[in-house]
T-cell receptor, first 117, second 113 residues
Framework: AQKVTQAQTEISVVEKEDVTLDCVYETRDTTYYLFWYKQPPSGELVFLIRRNSFDEQNEISGRYSWNFQKSTSSFNFTITASQVVDSAVYFCALSEGPSGSARQLTFGSGTQLTVLP | SQTIHQWPATLVQPVGSPLSLECTVEGTSNPNLYWYRQAAGRGLQLLFYSVGIGQISSEVPQNLSASRPQDRQFILSSKKLLLSDSGFYLC????????????FGEGSRLTVL
C-alpha cells in the first residue's frame, strides 16, 4: 500500500529565509507519480507540480524547487527567499500506476508553513 | 476559463439532520468530479468520484452519498449526519485521463453538533 509521510507538522520562518518541506513516500510500484499542492488560508488546494518516477531531475520554478531522490524515497520542496504569501499548508501526494490517477492519490498529512514578516 | 464553486462555505448542523453540499464547474464539459474530506490535522481522503452523469464511485463506505444530476454538478448528501462527519469537504475536477492534477473548489466546512 502507498503511504506519504510529512513529518514536519508546522514550520515557522522569517521572511526571506529559505525553507525545505520534507516528503517521504512508500510504494511497491516502480511506476508512480508524486505531487505537491498548496492550501492557502482561503481553503482551496492549488496544484504545484507533478513528477513521474522515471524523471529524477530536480525542477525549479521561480522561488520553488523540488528535489526528487528515489534512493531515499523523498520528494522535498524548497522555497527560496520565502514571502508572507507563501504561508499555507503544503501537501505532498503519491499516485501509483502508469497514469498517476487521482483515484489512487494518497495525500500526506500536510505541513503548515508560516512566514513571519 | 474554468471555475469551480462550492456552497455553502460553512455549515453547522445537529446530529441526525440531513446534508446537502453542492459543487458546480463552469467553463468545461464532461469533467471528472471528486469529493474529498479533510479532517483536522490529516490529509485528504477521497470519498467519491464521477466520470459522468449518474456515474458515482464510492471509495469509503459511510453514511454519505453523492449524486451527479447534471454534467457539471456534483452533490454530496447525507440523510442523517454523525458527529464524525464534521470536517472540511472539497470538491475537485479534472479532465481526460485520471491524472492527479486536480482543480479544487474553496471547500465547505461542516460542523456537526
Amino acid at each position: 500500500a502507498q503511504k506519504v509521510t510529512q513529518a514536519q507538522t508546522e514550520i515557522s520562518v522569517v521572511e526571506k529565509e529559505d525553507v525545505t518541506l520534507d516528503c517521504v513516500y512508500e510504494t511497491r510500484d516502480t511506476t508512480y507519480y508524486l505531487f505537491w499542492y498548496k492550501q492557502p488560508p482561503s481553503g482551496e488546494l492549488v496544484f504545484l507540480i507533478r513528477r513521474n518516477s522515471f524523471d529524477e531531475q530536480n525542477e525549479i520554478s521561480g522561488r520553488y524547487s523540488w528535489n526528487f531522490q528515489k534512493s531515499t524515497s523523498s520528494f522535498n520542496f524548497t522555497i527560496t527567499a520565502s514571502q508572507v504569501v507563501d504561508s499555507a499548508v503544503y501537501f505532498c501526494a503519491l499516485s501509483e500506476g502508469p497514469s498517476g490517477s487521482a483515484r489512487q492519490l494518497t495525500f500526506g498529512s500536510g505541513t503548515q508553513l508560516t512566514v513571519l514578516p | 476559463s474554468q471555475t469551480i464553486h462550492q456552497w455553502p462555505a460553512t455549515l453547522v448542523q445537529p446530529v441526525g439532520s440531513p446534508l446537502s453540499l453542492e459543487c458546480t464547474v463552469e467553463g468545461t464539459s464532461n469533467p471528472n468530479l471528486y469529493w474529498y474530506r479533510q479532517a483536522a490535522g490529516r490529509g485528504l481522503q477521497l470519498l467519491f468520484y464521477s466520470v459522468g452523469i449518474g456515474q458515482i464511485s464510492s471509495e469509503v463506505p459511510q453514511n454519505l452519498s453523492a449524486s451527479r444530476p447534471q454534467d457539471r454538478q456534483f452533490i454530496l448528501s447525507s440523510k442523517k449526519l454523525l458527529l464524525s462527519d464534521s470536517g472540511f469537504y472539497l470538491c475537485a475536477w479534472n479532465r481526460g485521463r485520471f491524472t492527479g492534477e486536480l482543480f479544487f473548489g474553496e471547500g465547505s466546512r461542516l460542523t456537526v453538533l
